[in-house]
């Protein structure tokens, strides 16, 4: 395994432990407050082959609308890597209306520079910069008992670039050029589970289309479909076995639209391809107080095109682990801190905040 990622792995761990050291400190107040501070602050940490190695940091204000649903999280997000690439955001997702009714938005804004080994498996390098602003609205309504049932809206501009001669050939020749685009559609979804921060039981299905069209205001006019199951089953103390299966499909996309890896240990855009799905299945394993530990493995297929899942260079595995900190015991809102690792040359180290699913 890379020296770097060991001894970021590590780092983390030292940034995590004042967390801890502080929980220990006050465990005695807490216990006598009814509610936790409303303000979260967690460092963010990655590092990839292809990506470089980045740092930041997430603030969030969390605040409970009323007693019968969940605690809403408005937050902002920032990081810088070593590859000179720059990401930021704001979000929120909120539920209110004695969690009748759930909005979930955000904006994102990223220049990434990205140095692919292997680009579509091509055999040669490439190197590219991607130049992307998104926003992000979607709105549900609980129809009848655990169903939801709204809209949705996406608006991308989204550019790719070669950093070289070869590299603007390579992305020429595939046509992977970026685009403006605007796009609206539904969304199905049936969630039972007991918590949305961590859940221990229940499932969750989503199922949700985007239109993307020229009338919109975009560059082109394709269509993208997502189906996303998960499954959450506890066991022994505090301990959770949770399991997701996910699907993209789309029709008429142009390659800048089509499906990425999506697993941990992968750069995303390095393969793509007009659908994907994976299955993946991740122990969380409850070690003491606030600390736990992660351990997963999963396997991704793209297909679509001249691509099937009957060949093994379509298939891509993922298997690794880490250690999670609960920095909200109350609202059960966690940091993580894994190691990844794929096929060949792909593996990553990331701090992020919350569950991958």
Known sequence: MNHKIVTLFMITLFLLLPLSSFSA??????????????????????????????????????HAFDEDSPTSTFGLMAQYSNSESLMGGAFGRTYFDHDRQRLIAGTFFGEINNEYSDFQGIGYPVNTTDNIHAIFVRYTYRVTDNWFFGPQIIS??????GNDWFSQQVLALVGLTGFDSNGLGLVAERDTR???????????????????????????????????YSSFFAHGDGHVLAARVDGRWTHNAPPSGYSSIRLRGYTMG?????????????????????????????????????????????????????????????????????VAIGKGENQGFYMKFGYEF
């Open 25 to 62: 400190e006050t465990a005695a107040v807490e216990k006598t407050e009814a509610n936790e501070s409303p303000w979260l602050f967690t460092p963010l940490v990655s590092s990839a082959p292809k990506f470089g190695t980045s740092i930041g940091a997430m603030a969030a204000y969390l």
């Open 156 to 161: 991308t501009d989204y550019a790719i670039t």
């Open 194 to 228: 007991d918590n949305q921060n961590s859940p221990s039981t229940g499932s969750l299905i989503n199922m949700n289309n985007v239109a993307y069209r020229k009338s919109f205001g975009g560059d082109t006019s394709f269509d993208a479909y997502t189906l996303k």
């Open 270 to 338: 390095q393969e793509l391809a007009p659908h994907s799905t994976l299955m993946e299945v991740e122990e969380r394993y409850h070690i003491k107080g606030r600390w736990g530990s992660t351990a997963f493995i999963g396997a991704e297929c793209l297909y679509g095109g001249d691509r099937s899942c009957d060949e093994s260079e379509n298939w891509f595995p993922s298997i690794g682990g880490g250690i999670t900190f609960a920095l909200k015991p109350e609202e059960k809102m966690i940091a993580r801190t894994e």
